[in-house]
């Protein structure tokens, strides 16, 4: 009977002598034979349909360790229950990449968006869609480093931080606005995914899909306090009534740039 050294089967079916060697270690695919003076490892022409079947389901994504117990019980349900299962795991990836994919095209938008020069120092009147806040309720002032609420905010929600990134903002009540005070925040928030649970210690807040009335401007929360000022002399010139408290977030900041003359910073107001 033929036999193979493991150099040739590694050639053969193109596989890392190192892969062949692990396989060996955990019992999945053994030599047929070893040289007990040598340590030469030996395989039989006999093997391959088992290494090509190892080879099929590993490329299936299939864990080593659910494809060593099927060769050890090979039979027809053994094989159709471990396709299902991995099916079941491929669509559920396919699920998460998805989710992944429209996380990334939200991101680009957003970038892309806040991005624009000529949108900057302009009072707009925007319709916005409805989201739903997480809000941790805490008096912030301007001058405040942000990281020590966000770190608090990510533990109170058990919320990963990367979920943070672009999504993290501040809010001033109504009645501070109404008293033309600026420098003080009085909750820190983050946006929702769709996906996210909504079981928290914390508040949430919807906001409703309607027509806001936004600033953007360069620079954070520290430079933010004039801007209100223009939005609230805005308001006034049209009669309007502030309806919410104050929405801040900054879209563009050292997170993604070195240069703060490229932070950009949107208020958003809602007011009839």
């Not at 929702?192 to 409703?208: R, Y």
């Not at 010139?237 to 929405?247: P, T």
């Amino acid at each position: 009977m033929s036999t193979f050294l493991i150099g040739e089967i590694s050639k053969l079916f193109q596989i890392d002598i190192r892969t062949l060697r692990y396989y060996d270690t955990i019992d999945l695919f053994k030599p047929a034979s070893v040289d007990a003076s040598t340590g030469y490892r030996y395989y039989s022409i006999d093997q391959f349909e088992q290494l090509n079947t190892i080879l099929y389901l590993k490329a299936l994504n299939i864990p080593l360790k659910d494809i060593k117990s099927f060769l050890e019980h090979r039979d027809i349900e053994g094989i159709l229950d471990l396709l299902q299962k991995q099916q079941q795991r491929t669509e559920e990836k396919i699920r998460q990449f998805e989710r992944i994919r429209q996380k990334i095209e939200s991101r680009i938008h957003q970038i892309e968006d806040a991005s624009r020069q000529e949108e900057l120092y302009k009072i707009r009147e925007v319709e916005l869609p409805e989201r739903t806040l997480l809000v941790l309720k805490q008096n912030i002032h301007k001058s405040d480093n942000l990281e020590m609420p966000i770190r608090l905010l990510e533990n109170l929600t058990k919320m990963n931080s990367t979920i943070f990134l672009g999504k993290v903002g501040l809010s001033i009540s109504r009645e501070r606005l109404l008293q033309e005070k600026f420098d003080e925040y009085d909750s820190i928030f983050v946006t929702l995914e769709q996906e996210a649970p909504k079981e928290f210690g914390t508040d949430l807040k919807v906001l409703p899909k309607d027509t806001y009335i936004t600033l953007r401007f360069v620079g954070t929360h520290q430079d933010a306090s004039p801007y209100y000022q223009q939005l609230m002399d805005y308001i006034r010139q049209k009669n309007g009534q502030l309806i919410e408290d104050a929405i801040e977030i900054t879209y563009i900041d050292y997170g993604l740039t070195r240069d703060p003359a490229k932070f950009v910073t949107e208020i958003q107001l809602l007011a009839k």
